[in-house]
């Protein structure tokens, strides 16, 4: 299998990241031995300074890698992303947010997981990632997946297990690797979904074909913010991705169970996450947070036998 990849990087108002995103890429590519490797740029008409910003980094370094292309408006990111996939012509498809990190060496690593694809045709591969916050108490959690004993190598995400490994830690877009040929049809991004849109590609995949690669030596670093969604916007994606559950066909429908976990993970932790932080609330904070991770680990070993 071919291991051309396409970076996407769909950007809105974000002027704060972007030129140290793109200088920590080209570095990347810069010490891989993977030249076939192209970033896509789509702005989802910024309102700050990112235009400017990514013009500018673009004269200063000069670089055939970086594609430009600016919305005529906003839309919603699933809808941008679709609008990207246009320019794609890569075999894989990365997307990346501006604020996301690859790990050292990414590029390399990843010829060597393609390597592991030729046998069997994968959708998506999916690696190890590293969740860490910019408030307190901190989330950083290295090795999500292999700490819960998932091996590198072909998976079926069909199976009961390898789907509580998905459902529990729902790989973020910047730790997938998506087979661009899968990408068409109806397995695109629903534009109607506010915020479970990567969710909901990520079940269309897995539907399409189950057989997907998980590889721990691969590492990501997705940063949280504090003020990266409200309660509401929380709630909303819940409820989308409820809704992509009970749509599923029916063999998957036994499989639901794993997100009473999942539900219990995202409600604690937006309620944690927008919780505030006053003298008053700062000791009820803390004691939330361990009543919580209390919680979450009497529920993983309940569903620890299915």
Avoid at 161 to 168: G, I, Q
């Amino acid at each position: 299998m071919k291991n051309s990849i396409d970076i996407v990087i769909n950007v809105l108002n974000g002027e704060d990241f972007i030129q140290a995103c793109l200088l920590r890429l080209l570095d990347l590519i810069d010490k891989s031995s993977n030249k076939d490797i192209s970033i896509i740029i789509y702005n989802n008409k910024s309102i700050d300074k990112t235009r400017e910003r990514i013009l500018a980094f673009k004269e200063n370094y000069s670089t055939h890698l970086i594609q430009y292309v600016e919305s005529e408006k906003t839309m919603t990111l699933g809808q941008a992303r679709n609008e990207a996939l246009k320019y794609c012509k890569g075999d894989w498809v990365l997307f990346h947010d501006v604020d996301d990190q690859l790990g050292d060496n990414f590029f390399n690593v990843f010829k060597e997981a393609i390597s592991l694809t030729k046998r069997d045709d994968c959708s998506l591969i999916f690696t190890d990632v590293i969740k860490s916050s910019d408030f307190t108490p901190p989330l950083a959690s290295p090795s999500e997946f292999a700490k819960r004993g998932l091996q590198t190598g072909i998976t079926d995400l069909s199976n009961n297990k390898s789907w509580v490994f998905f459902a529990d830690f729902f790989p973020v877009p910047i730790s997938t690797i998506i087979n661009r040929k899968y990408l068409k049809g109806e397995c695109v991004f629903d534009p109607r979904m506010a915020q479970a849109e990567d969710f909901d590609i990520a079940c269309k995949l897995i539907v399409k074909n189950s057989k997907a690669l998980f590889f721990g030596k691969i590492k990501a670093k997705y940063l949280i913010h504090e003020n990266n969604l409200t309660k509401a916007q929380w709630l909303e994606g819940f409820t989308e991705s409820l809704s992509i559950i009970k749509n599923l066909p029916n063999r998957w429908h036994s499989k639901a169970k794993i997100y009473q976990f999942w539900q219990m993970n995202h409600i604690l932790y937006s309620i944690k996450m927008n919780f505030k932080l006053n003298k008053t609330a700062s000791i009820f904070r803390a004691l939330f947070f361990v009543l919580s991770q209390r919680l979450l680990k009497l529920n993983k070993l309940f569903w620890r036998k299915f």
